[in-house]
C-alpha cells in the first residue's frame, strides 16, 4: 500500500484542483492519499468524489500555519471536524493574515517590479487560502523571476526587504484546538533547515506533550541527518513518524509518491481519530 499524507492543490497554493490532484495521485500509482491545503478544508468533498471514483482512499487534513518566536511552524491535522467553531475560527484568522501579509509584500513590490495586486489574484482560484507562491506566479507571469523557486529564493525571502511576517497562532495551541476538534495533528516537516529557522527539540516535546501525535520524518528537505535525529526524537516521545510529498503540482518539484508513510501508521492515525471522535462532548 503506498500512502502520500500531505498534498495542495488549488484550494491553496497548488497548481492542480483537488479532483486533479487525485487523479493525479492514481496516476503515480498511490493507494491512499491526503489532501491538506494550507489552512482550509474546502477542498474536501471534490477530492473525496474523486477518490471514491478512481478507488482510492483518501484521508481528509489541512495545514496549519503556526508560529513560534517568529518561526513559521506547519503542523499537519488530519480527520478533524471541518466545522468545530475554535478551529473554524483559528484557520479563518490564518487565512485573513496570510491575505493581509500578502497584499503588504504586494505594494513593497510594486515599486521595483510593477506587480499589482490584481496581478496576484489572476492566479487565485475561487476561494483560496492566498500567500506568497501565488505572488511568486505573478512575478513568473510577468517576466521578474523565472519561476517559483527563483521567486522565493530572492525576491520572496525571509531575509529579503519585501517580506512580511505573519501572524498565526502559536502551535501548541494549534495542537489542542486540533485534539479538541477530533482530529490528529503532526508536525510537518520541522526539521527543514533549507527553508530557514526550526523550532528546536524542546519546542517539539511541548507540542507532544499537549497532544500531538506524529513527526513527518521521510520528507524531501530534510538531509539524512535531519531524518536520522528525527526518528529518534520520535521515538523518545513515542511519537509515530510519517513520510510525505508536499505535492504542489507543477508549483513545486515535489512528486506525489516520491516519499510515503507505513500502512501501519496509517492504522495508529484511524484509531487516534477514532478515540478522539468518540471522546468529544455529544
Known amino acids: 500500500m503506498r500512502i502520500d499524507l500531505h498534498t495542495h492543490s488549488t484550494a491553496s497554493d497548488g497548481t492542480q484542483s483537488p479532483a486533479d490532484v487525485i487523479a493525479s495521485a492514481a496516476q503515480a500509482g498511490l493507494d491512499v492519499v491526503a489532501l491538506t491545503d494550507h489552512d482550509t478544508s474546502s477542498g474536501w468533498a471534490e477530492a473525496t468524489a474523486a477518490a471514491d471514483r478512481r478507488g482510492l482512499r483518501f484521508v481528509p487534513g489541512v495545514e496549519i500555519s503556526c ?20 478551529l473554524v475560527r483559528m484557520l479563518a484568522e490564518s487565512r485573513t493574515s496570510r491575505e493581509g501579509r500578502a497584499r503588504r509584500m504586494v505594494d513593497r513590490l510594486t515599486p521595483d517590479t510593477g506587480l499589482r495586486w490584481e496581478d496576484v ?52 495551541e494549534a495542537v489542542r484546538a486540533v485534539r479538541a476538534a477530533g482530529g490528529v495533528p503532526v508536525i510537518a516537516h520541522p526539521a527543514a533547515s533549507k527553508r530557514g529557522s526550526c523550532i528546536d527539540d524542546e519546542d517539539v516535546a511541548a507540542m507532544a506533550e499537549a497532544g500531538m501525535a506524529g513527526l513527518e520524518v521521510e520528507h524531501r528537505d530534510h538531509s539524512d541527518a535531519e531524518r536520522a535525529h528525527l526518528r529518534d526524537l520520535a521515538t523518545d516521545l513515542d511519537l509515530f513518524v510519517t513520510g510525505s510529498s508536499d505535492y504542489h503540482g507543477a508549483g513545486k518539484r515535489n512528486l506525489l509518491g516520491e516519499n510515503t508513510t507505513h500502512p501501519d501508521t496509517l492504522a495508529r492515525i484511524d484509531e487516534l481519530a477514532s478515540a478522539s471522535r468518540l471522546a468529544r462532548p455529544a
Not at 518561526?71 to 468545530?84: A, G, N, R, T
Not at 523571476?145 to 502551535?171: H, M, N
Open 121 to 172: 489574484q489572476e492566479h487565485v482560484h475561487g476561494p483560496a487560502t492566498i500567500g506568497r507562491p501565488h505572488i511568486a506566479d505573478a512575478l513568473v507571469a510577468r517576466g521578474v523571476v523565472a519561476d517559483r523557486d527563483e521567486a522565493f529564493a530572492t525576491l520572496l525571502s525571509g531575509r529579503g526587504k519585501y517580506f512580511v511576517p505573519q501572524t498565526a497562532p502559536d502551535p501548541v
Open 67 to 86: 508560529l513560534l518566536r517568529g518561526v513559521s511552524v506547519h503542523l499537519l491535522s488530519y480527520f478533524h471536524d471541518p466545522e468545530d467553531p475554535a
